[in-house]
């Protein structure tokens, strides 16, 4: 199994550029946020587990989301390219995901960070609507949907994200300066880390993703 990684910060349009890419670079998107909204929504244990580190903004154990990461990568087929949208970030996270991709006897095919000031990153998050129906990503302003508060895709209406609110946003993003940085220097030491301009349209930004990848 081979994986690229997406890192970036909260709001850096991680989620819109993956939604871009998965056909293009023939990719399976995997986003640890979906994967734990879906547990807490589903209130299996371990969604049980991650609940309160999510409302307060903080990262869920690495012990948790490694065992959830995990357990899906190796499930999946021996041939399989993964999309890593939200995993690794912290150190603990990106050895854990290096044993277990040598251990298929695949590859980190690139690891890209997406560039976005922290002026942008606050009025992204502010204005994201998401339909609870199929996932979609919108922005009330940058990507509205056709009709005002309406899925495009299914019809049902947009919601905000319960940690898109501005204390908890405040927190998300003081937990990346503290605990993602020390990854991003880890990937930079190792040679391993594309910096990319996350700012622009989103077709834009998908675009200078896979030139950084090539
Ligand atoms: P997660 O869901 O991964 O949240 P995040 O990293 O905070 O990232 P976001 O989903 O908020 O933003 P994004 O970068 O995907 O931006 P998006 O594309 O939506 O994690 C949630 C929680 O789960 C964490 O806080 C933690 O508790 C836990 N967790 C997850 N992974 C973990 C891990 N590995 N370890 C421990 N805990 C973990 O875009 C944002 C907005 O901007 C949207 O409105 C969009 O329309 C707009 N937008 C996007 N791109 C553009 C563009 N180019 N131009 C204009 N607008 C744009």
Redesign the pocket.
Known sequence: MDAIILL???????????SRLIARLGVQHV????L??NAVKAGTPAGRE?EG??KR??????E??GRI?ADLLTSGKSGAKYLL??????VA?AEMLDRVVAQSGGRILGTVL?DVSEAILVE??A????CPGCAA???VR??PSKVSGVCDHCGAGLVQ?S??TPDTVRN?LS??SRQTAPLIEWYGARKALVRVD?????D??AERIIQALS
């Open positions: 970036g910060a909260p709001g850096s349009g991680k989620g819109t550029a993956a986003s640890s946020g979906d734990l909204r991650a580190f999510m903004g903080e990262l869920v154990p690495d948790l989301i990461i949208d939200g995993f690794p970030r912290t996270q997406l992204r998050l204005g994201r609507r998401v990503g919108y922005h940058t990507m994200r940690d898109d998300r937990v990346f996350g700012v622009g349209s989103a834009e930004v």
